[in-house]
């Protein structure tokens, strides 16, 4: 398949997890298989082959390194066993998937009788159309996380087993706009649950250092938009952001202890 989308200005926050996801499905005793993201990613690799951005030729030469593939794979696989175990209990359910960016985890995990909504901003959408195409239960749904709007355009669910995704996203927002956010989907779906990934607020602030962008710009191409800008701090203050929200649990990529680490 010959791409018609112009990658050279594709956000950067798009590419990396996708060209890591096919990494690592060709890899020895892969992590992850994902065969779609193989088909895009080598779609992409024609079109940017010629671009000087830096993030591009780091995907096109294979130079990320392999500590990045391992962590998104780890992250990928344990986001999928969230929903795979959520949708063992409730075949019925509905997945709501924040930032969807090029995933194809409704591909992936699909029991046939869920319902499954892909959330990114327009042109991401639009991307996505390219690859993957809508069904009677699969939805594309064009707008930003923080614009609160696409809540009330949401088909009110058939039962309260809903399970929101946010991966890879919380990270990029504001404090306020996490916080909002997390309030509206605990008003709008009592009894949901929400799994998402956070990093330490120690950790967001150090990254914001001028050596840590250096570094991030040198070693992973990334420019400013994919710098971290909101963190917490432990789980008690994800449970105070509001009345009715219950913390579960955590994880961390060490926690599988999986020998490519």
């Not at 749904?141 to 399970?163: F, G, Q, Y």
């Not at 946010?166 to 706009?177: C, D, W």
């Not at 570094?215 to 963190?231: H, P, V, W």
């Amino acid at each position: 398949m010959e791409s018609k989308i112009n990658w050279k200005h594709v956000s950067d926050t798009l590419l990396i997890p996708l060209y890591c996801r096919a990494r690592e499905t060709k890899a020895d005793e892969p992590i992850i298989r994902d065969t779609k993201a193989v088909e895009i990613f080598e779609d992409i690799k024609t079109s940017i082959a010629g671009s000087e951005k830096p993030i591009h030729r780091k995907i096109v030469f294979d130079q990320y390194n392999h500590m990045l593939v391992v962590s998104l794979a780890l992250r990928t696989r344990r986001f999928d066993r969230y929903v795979a175990d959520f949708i063992k209990e409730f075949p019925e359910a509905t997945i709501i998937n924040l930032g969807c960016g090029l995933d194809s985890r409704f591909e992936r995990l699909d029991n046939g009788r869920l319902t499954w909504y892909d959330l990114d901003l327009p042109e991401v959408i639009g991307i996505k159309k390219h690859y993957f195409s809508e069904t009677d239960r699969y939805h594309f749904l064009p707008a930003s996380a923080t614009d609160l709007e696409w809540i009330c355009r949401l088909k009110k669910p058939e039962n309260d087993h809903v399970m929101i995704l946010a991966e890879g996203l919380f990270m990029y927002l504001e404090e306020q706009q996490t916080k909002k956010l997390i309030l509206a989907l605990r008003d709008q779906f009592p009894g949901g649950e929400l799994v998402f990934e956070i990093t330490a607020k120690f950790w967001v602030k150090r990254m914001n250092s001028r050596y840590f962008k250096w570094k991030f710009g040198r070693q992973l191409g990334y420019n400013k938009e994919a710098m971290f800008t909101f963190g917490f701090k432990d789980h008690l203050e994800v449970e105070a952001i509001g009345e009715g929200i219950k913390f579960l649990g955590e994880w961390s990529y060490f926690d599988d202890r999986h020998p490519k680490m």
